[in-house]
DNA sequence: GACCTGCTGCGGCGTG
């Protein structure tokens, strides 16, 4: 067979030669060969720099060169979810595109119109867009998507991995839908991705109808040597024993991190700006400069480019105290190691971060894990005395050594997103028939889990005259309502996500980031912000602006954010940790004695035996042996039969009370299937951003679809009561 | 019990 090389364009063939590789790499001769010689759909998966962007676009830009589309039109659309990754991308194109003859459109919010006004005039090459400025050209420019894309020969979508299951996903997949109807053709679709936990699922979301057709191109391994550490903390229950952790840790990093580039993911934006705090005055007092900076998504734009332009510079050493922002791919170069203070959430996000050290040739990744928990007292509840969060990152890390990370959940009904796309189907055609647009989202599209019947009543809801979001005139076609039209007039509509509302903070005139508007904000007090302390001087409600000026004290501000979802596997595993008496070789001495008695404490509750540990009549610890969704959705059942419930991971605290029911009882008829119902202490339902238009019956549905799993709770019980009863026989 | 992501069209003003 002709070499993968030998089949690319000459100009391409110079730019491979120009950058002075001896080869391509086993990932891009593969691609090469694939997308050269079949029409198939592909996804090339590769951890980051692995060379996924020039194994996808190397064969496809030779194909431009040696034959060209006659026809007007983009030939190939690239998606990503990050402005920041297309403007890199873009930057790398045009550096191949260049020598080629080939145009480069970068296509997001901060682009100016008229880059944008002169591509639509003549579309062609390459476009590098986000979801949402796509959704913006479907309903802005409906009637030119078919010109701009008649040439289109293949899709490329950046990140796959991170919009798999997402809203964004969801909304980008009915673009593609949708795009493919408006060209009357299908276009190929090329997933770029880091490695997957279920590639049959993920092929699956790049080609619903054809997944078997997908092809799957990996990278073989090539993984770095692997350094790990968990080291243990214990705090206090005074403020005091608090602070001695912080600082316990913080003297770690400082000593360990100092000179070189790293990451410390601390959880949470309020974590990141006390160990940036601590961080600082650690190198002012040592009279050192200043190299540990906090970066998360309400720091302004200026301080977070500043963050990333210092650990791209090789010359300035530089730890950033993060959240997820630099999870993803932008381009911050090769870091020393990886720290995470407290249990991550996933594995997939463990992977990701780790992924981000150890990239160079012959230089090790490296993994610090702080686990932080609780001093037992005799007060203490059983949570605590189980080590918890030690466990998950004992569980995160043994699963990730694995080679496991979360598959992405598939039956979710996307109703907020789907409301969305109804709107915006209207918006782009001007009309549309209420059959029509079921074949295009719920036969064609990916909103395959909502039957008709629910389609017909998310209609009725938003076509109701409380919500007056659509309306149908008289020969059936459905409008935008006025309320509907005023919606998606705004560009705030584009995104499928919500956000919530924030204050400015300003600084003698300069914006420092955001705040959520629940912090209690007043005149005189303190805050850490930014890395800095300041004192509040004025808020201006109306303006959502608050004044601030430098202190010498501050405390961290609330961040809010939501309850994340543990996966059934990371449950399990960290139960057989705790029922194992193997010492994993990464925990230090301080770590180990945590586990230690965990087990012991595991092992007085009789857990080893039995799934119900009873500390009354009518009141037990129970071990779910399952993910958060299951068991909110038992902790729900049981709060509807009149419990009191507290929900932790994997375990459930259930107290009855004088009215409710044996609880072996209300056990054993779940088991036997039994229907309660779950919504009986009318919890909230409106997580999305589209959910205040749909009607109860209609959140209910879309909550037990995606965040409950009532199908599991006889089998769930069933095991509760079965291994309770070997006990006692 | 957490984190992240995105945005058009148009009017008004200044400058060359």
Same mark, same amino acid.
């Not at 050269?36 to 496809?60: H, N, Q, R, V």
């Given at each position: ?73 983009? %030939? ?17 194109? %045009? ?15 901060? *682009? ?26 479907? *309903? ?14 293949? $899709? ?5 991995? @991170? ?9 980008? +997949? ?38 078997? !057709? ?34 316990? =840790? ?10 070189? %580039? ?70 911050? !170069?090769? $870091? ?16 990701? +971060? ?48 694995? !080679? ?109 980031? @955001? ?12 805050? *850490? ?82 799934? =119900?540990?009873?500390?009354? %009549? ?5 071990? @779910? ?31 009855? +009370? ?67 009863? $070997?006990?006692?026989?």
């Amino acid at each position: 067979m002709t070499s993968a090389f030998d089949r690319l364009a000459r100009p391409i063939q110079k730019w491979v030669r120009d950058q002075g590789w001896r080869e391509l790499r086993d990932i891009q001769s593969r691609a090469a060969q694939i997308i050269l010689g079949s029409e198939a759909d592909i996804i090339l998966a590769a951890s980051t720099a692995g060379g996924k962007t020039e194994a996808a676009f190397l064969p496809l830009l030779s194909q431009l060169v040696d034959d060209a589309d006659p026809r007007p039109g983009f %030939d190939i659309l690239y998606i990503a979810p990050l402005k920041a990754l297309i403007t890199d991308q873009a930057r790398r194109l %045009d550096d191949i595109c260049g020598s080629a003859g080939i145009a480069v459109t970068p296509w997001h919010g901060d *682009i100016s119109s008229g880059v944008k006004a002169r591509a639509i005039k003549n579309p062609k090459g390459v476009v590098l867009i986000t979801p949402e400025s796509l959704e913006a050209l479907f *309903i802005r420019r409906g009637l030119d998507i078919p010109r701009l894309f008649a040439a289109t020969r293949a $899709v490329v979508i950046d990140e796959l991995h @991170t919009v798999l299951d997402s809203e964004r996903g969801i909304q980008m +997949r009915s673009l593609l839908t949708r795009l493919e109807l408006a060209v009357k053709r299908p276009i190929r679709r090329i997933g770029l991705s880091a490695t997957l936990g279920d590639m049959v699922l993920a092929r699956h979301y790049l080609r619903p109808d054809l997944a078997d !057709g997908v092809e799957l191109v990996e990278a073989r391994g090539g993984d770095a040597e692997l350094r790990l550490q968990l080291r243990g903390y214990v705090q206090g229950t005074q403020d005091e024993g608090a602070r001695a952790v912080t600082d316990a =840790i913080a003297d770690h990093l400082f000593g360990n991190l100092r000179g070189s %580039d790293n990451l410390v993911f601390a959880g949470s934006r309020q974590a990141v700006e006390i160990y940036a705090d601590r961080l600082r005055l650690r190198c002012e007092a040592a009279h050192l400069p200043q190299e540990f900076y906090p970066h998360h998504a309400s720091l302004s734009r200026e301080h977070r480019d500043f963050v990333e332009r210092r650990l791209k510079d090789a010359n300035l050493p530089t730890t950033a105290v993060c959240t997820s922002t630099l999870e993803l791919g932008i381009d911050i !170069g090769d $870091v020393t190691s990886v720290a995470q203070i407290g249990a991550p959430f996933s594995v997939a996000s463990c992977r990701q +971060r780790l992924g981000r050290s150890g990239r160079r040739e012959g230089r090790p990744a490296i993994l610090r894990q702080y686990a932080v928990e609780a001093k037992v007292t005799a007060k203490s509840n059983f949570s605590d005395r189980l080590r918890l969060g030690l466990l998950r990152s004992i569980a995160a890390i043994e699963l990730l050594l694995e !080679g496991w990370c979360e598959p992405p959940q598939s039956d979710a009904l996307h109703l907020s997103t789907l409301v969305h796309q109804i709107l915006s189907i209207i918006a782009e055609r001007g009309g549309v028939r209420a059959d029509h647009l079921h074949k295009i989202l719920c036969r064609d599209g990916p909103f395959r889990q909502v039957d008709t019947s629910v389609f017909v009543e998310v209609l009725r809801a938003i076509g109701s005259p409380d919500t007056r979001l659509i309306e149908q005139a008289g020969d059936g076609l459905l409008l935008l309502g006025p309320d509907g039209e005023r919606l998606v007039e705004h560009y705030s509509f584009y995104a499928v996500f919500q956000t919530p509302e924030e204050y400015r903070l300003v600084a003698a005139g300069r914006e420092l980031g @955001t705040l959520p508007i629940d912090n209690l904000i007043a005149p005189g007090m303190l805050l *850490i912000f930014s890395g800095r302390r300041w004192q509040v001087v004025e808020v201006h409600d109306h303006d959502r602006v608050i004044i601030v000026k430098p202190a010498a004290a501050g405390v961290p501000p609330i961040f809010g954010g939501d309850p994340g979802h543990i996966h059934d596997c990371v449950i399990e595993r960290m139960l057989s940790v705790l029922e194992s008496d193997h010492r994993p070789i990464y925990l230090d001495d301080a770590a180990w004695d945590l586990l230690a008695e965990a087990r012991c404490n595991y092992a007085d509750l009789q857990f080893g035996t039995t799934r =119900i540990a009873w500390l009354s %009549d009518n009141a037990a610890i129970l071990a @779910t042996h399952a993910g958060t969704l299951k068991t909110i959705t038992l902790a729900l059942a049981l709060r509807a039969t009149g419990f009191t419930v507290q929900t932790h991971d994997g375990f459930l605290e259930v107290f009855g +009370r004088e009215a409710s029911p044996p609880l072996n009882e209300v056990l054993a008829n779940l088991a036997a299937g039994e229907e309660v119902d779950l919504f009986a202490h009318a919890p909230s339902l409106l997580f999305e951003k589209f959910h205040p238009y749909l009607t109860e019956p209609l959140l209910k549905l879309d909550a037990l679809s995606a965040r409950l799993q009532p199908e599991a709770l006889p089998e769930l019980c069933r095991q509760l009561i079965c291994v309770a009863d $070997v006990r006692s026989a």
